[in-house]
């Protein structure tokens, strides 16, 4: 009976090797500064009560009301997998109490996130991310080095082609002064049904209405900057003050909302313009009142996401990848059973002190076993015989230039290690 293949669902993209190890790297690149700034790891589920989604996120958000995967489990429940990383973050924290130890706490994580969109290069409905949260404590100089951090990330990558944007959507007061004045300004648009109800909800959502003709109705209306309070103008010039000293080269957007009802405060994007339509390669900012909408203290947060398919592709774009074929360090090739007992030994011993080392397996013929040694990429190759097995001894051949060296199989560690740093 011949079986139909089955294929990976649309909008998903896979990494296989040697693929997948550019993907690797890309994604510990871009964690790598959070580690060093003492953050934490967090691996949390990604499916979750659909109401943390539609409370924490916001009703208003494309993600809520259009793009996420939610369905009823097998007890009735509402689940949805995980659009995006904060809301389950906090809810952690919430729920195992971290945010009654010492503040500020800091965690990062990585993953996978869906979202039901259009597939499209760069835009996936599964993607991956990296991001921090550094919660509970309020304090710009904060807010400068989580974004420095993102930056840092991108810097590692070799990336100098993109720009960080950044902009505050101040405090509760800023955006009630603002809203009445924006509320008056989009009653005298011409909207449709949909547009009027998301605006209704929250008006800064138009902000981030990507449709040309919106984008041009809302040229002219006014600008949060404009109301900030002197609480948040200072703590937004103090913010750019000290990513100006850290040498973080930043623009000021003040259209910029982002996708997600929770932000407040410092709110950032990174941009990469080589990537077309999907130039957003990270972003993030500060949420006050998420802690205290998800049922916990009333503590203010700020974080990022970073995008790892898009960094891939940024680096890609800037041709700053570095080659990551798979080398071993040592190929084995066995001759007969006793043989290839001999080299899992070997090969165990050798793997414990960081030796990468691969074996021949399959029985093949001595020339078709040197030929798979070559294509492997091997720095080096044993052929592991009888007459190797009685004097415990291999001929140890450098596979660059073809010079072999008679080892003892009991130095042969020692002797790859002294090569190996030369």
């Not at 592991?384 to 415990?392: A, K, N, W």
């Not at 230039?401 to 090569?419: C, F, M, P």
């Amino acid at each position: 009976m011949k079986f139909e293949k089955i294929q990976a669902p649309k909008g998903v993209r896979e990494y296989l090797p040697p693929e997948s190890q550019s993907f690797e790297w890309v994604r510990e690149q871009l964690i790598a500064p959070a580690k060093d700034a003492g953050y934490q790891l967090m691996e949390l589920p990604v499916f979750e009560d659909t109401n943390l989604f539609s409370r924490g996120v916001g009703e208003s958000t494309d993600v809520v009301s259009k793009e996420m995967y939610t369905f009823e489990d097998r007890g009735g429940r509402s689940i949805t997998l995980r659009p995006e990383g904060t809301a389950g973050v906090m809810r952690a924290v919430i729920e195992a109490n971290l945010d009654r130890g010492q503040l500020p706490v800091k965690v990062w994580y990585s993953g996978q996130f869906f979202r039901a969109e259009r597939p499209q290069a760069g835009r996936y409905r599964q993607f991956y991310q990296v991001g921090i949260e550094a919660i509970g404590i309020e304090d710009p100089a904060l807010d400068a080095e989580v974004i420095a951090i993102a930056d840092r990330g991108f810097k590692n990558l070799g990336l100098k082609n993109y720009r960080l944007e950044i902009t505050s959507l101040g405090d509760a007061q800023s955006r009630a002064a603002h809203r009445v004045d924006l509320v008056k300004f989009i009653d005298g648009l011409a909207l449709d049904d949909a547009t009027k109800e998301r605006a209704a909800i929250n008006p800064l959502r138009l902000f981030d209405d990507k449709r040309p003709e919106m984008q041009e109705a809302m040229a002219k209306a006014p600008i949060l900057l404009d109301y900030l309070s002197p609480e948040s103008a200072a703590n937004f010039a103090a913010v750019q003050k000290y990513l100006t000293a850290m040498d973080v080269a930043f623009t000021i957007n003040p259209r910029m909302v982002r996708g997600l009802d929770y932000y407040t405060g410092t709110t950032f994007e990174f941009i990469h313009p080589d990537l077309g339509a999907q130039s957003g390669i990270g972003g993030g900012g500060r949420y006050d009142g998420l802690m205290e909408t998800l049922g916990g203290q009333s503590l203010s947060g700020i974080g990022f996401g970073l995008g790892v398919d898009r960094g891939l592709l940024a680096a890609i774009a800037e041709s700053t990848v570095p080659s990551q074929e798979f080398t071993s360090d040592l190929f084995i090739i066995p001759l007969g059973d006793d043989a290839k007992e001999q080299a899992l030994v070997i090969a165990q011993s050798l793997r414990s002190s960081g030796i990468r080392t691969e074996i021949a397996f399959g029985d093949r013929a001595l020339k078709g076993a040197m030929k798979a040694a070559d294509k492997s990429g091997a720095r080096y190759v044993i052929v592991l015989g009888e007459s190797e097995l009685i004097e415990r001894s291999v001929e140890l051949k450098k596979m660059s230039d073809g010079v072999t060296s008679s080892v003892k199989i009991d130095q042969l560690q020692n002797e790859l290690l002294r090569a190996l740093s030369l």
